[in-house]
């Protein structure tokens, strides 16, 4: 039996205490577009895309107070692929913004830069593989 293929994540959906506090700062500082905000079964939600990348936002009523903790059984964090000339430009984009962030180190597979978004949730901007000869 052949195997089906999987082309790629359609969308990842982060659970937020403000839907429109963290689309519009996924905006502001990362240049996603909102495509739409909207209310479904009981949810609010909203759906923000940037070239093919789609980061949704819920919030689902009952959200922990204690906050995002990559320590917790889901998510550790979310990661956005960049080049390695665009890493440093982010890097600078980021600190313009006033956006706490790692200073850009190795990882595993290339470079990266390490920061939080809303509900301190941690993303991070990492090279290409393809940048590194691999």
Do not use: C
Not at 17 to 33: C, P, Q, S
């Amino acid at each position: 039996m052949t195997e089906p293929e999987i082309h790629g994540i359609h969308h990842v959906t982060l659970t937020v205490t403000d839907v429109g506090a963290a689309a519009e700062w996924f905006n502001r500082v990362l240049g996603f577009r909102l495509l739409t905000r909207l209310e479904h079964n009981g949810l609010d939600k909203a759906l923000s895309k940037r070239g093919s990348v789609m980061v949704t936002f819920i919030n689902h009523g009952d959200a922990d107070p204690a906050g995002f903790d990559e320590r917790r059984v889901g998510l550790d964090h979310l990661s956005f692929a960049v080049t390695d000339a665009e890493l440093d430009a982010w890097g600078e984009r980021l600190d313009q913004l006033g956006v706490t962030r790692s200073p850009a180190a190795n990882g595993l597979s290339g470079r990266l830069i390490a920061f939080r978004g809303p509900d301190d949730i941690a993303l991070e901007f990492y090279t290409l593989p393809a940048e590194r000869g691999q």
